[in-house]
């Protein structure tokens, strides 16, 4: 079985450049998490989907952040305009309806110049 | 909202020494702990996890015990190798949510 699987690995761009990072999540899984890790920090939830229903944004910085899911499988994250203190790692992050086990992609490191 | 400490922030142990990771959570909510291991450019991976009825939970080397009336939750590594060293992350959830709360991670170190 394929685990979540994330692109691009590593990003470098710009200030305020957009961006983009896509996920596919472990087959089956109804539940796709995004997760910002800033380095040395734990993760931290920027938004949580149920299917294709983001059902938990609160931590989305809406005014430049935006995410997908449309059709309850692959989900993208977008960043316009990419800002300096945005340089961090995005992970990507599934789970069925049967277990709380979140599994994690390999994550997206973005660096912003 | 749920917060979530962890001390120490750095472990260092000689191998084949036991290693104790700790956490504290706020929300008695919270009934869902898992613990993740991170080597460094990795994606974190559950090692063990463990659900607010019950007290403690092993596998192999690693155990988890829990205090719900103190609202603590403690990781315990014993016989340590070199490569357990990682950082280690605790985190807390409503179950309901599904959103985890992490802290703030522990560099462990085993030194051979």
């Known amino acids: 079985e394929a685990g979540v699987v994330q692109s691009p690995r590593y990003k470098i761009i710009e200030k305020k450049q957009p961006v983009a990072f896509w996920c596919n999540p472990i087959s089956g899984h109804n539940t796709l998490y995004w997760y910002l890790q800033n380095l040395g920090q734990g993760p931290e939830l920027l938004i949580r989907y149920e299917n294709e229903e983001a059902v938990d944004d609160s931590q989305l910085p809406k005014d430049r952040f935006s995410a997908e899911r449309l059709k309850g499988v692959d989900s993208t994250l977008k960043i316009q305009p990419a800002e300096l203190g945005d340089s961090a790692v995005y992970l990507c992050?599934?789970?069925?309806?049967?277990?709380?086990?979140?599994?994690f992609g390999p994550g997206t490191r973005l660096t912003v110049l | 909202g749920e917060n979530v400490e962890q001390h120490p922030s750095t472990l260092s142990v000689q191998e084949g020494d036991s290693a104790v990771i700790k956490c504290t959570y706020s929300?008695?909510?919270?009934?869902?702990f898992p613990w993740y291991k991170q080597e460094l450019g990795k994606r974190p991976q559950l090692i063990i996890d463990i659900r607010s009825n019950v007290g403690e939970k092993k596998d192999q080397r690693i155990a988890v015990t829990l205090n719900k009336t103190a609202k603590h939750f403690s990781l315990h590594i014993t016989e340590t190798q070199p490569e357990d060293s990682a950082v280690y992350f605790c985190?807390?959830?409503?179950?309901?949510?599904?959103?985890?709360?992490f802290g703030q991670g522990t560099e462990l170190s085993v030194k051979p």
């Open positions: 929300d008695s909510a919270s009934n869902y």
């Open positions: 985190a807390a959830s409503d179950n309901q949510g599904g959103k985890l709360i």
């Open positions: 992050a599934s789970s069925s309806v049967w277990d709380n086990e979140q599994f």
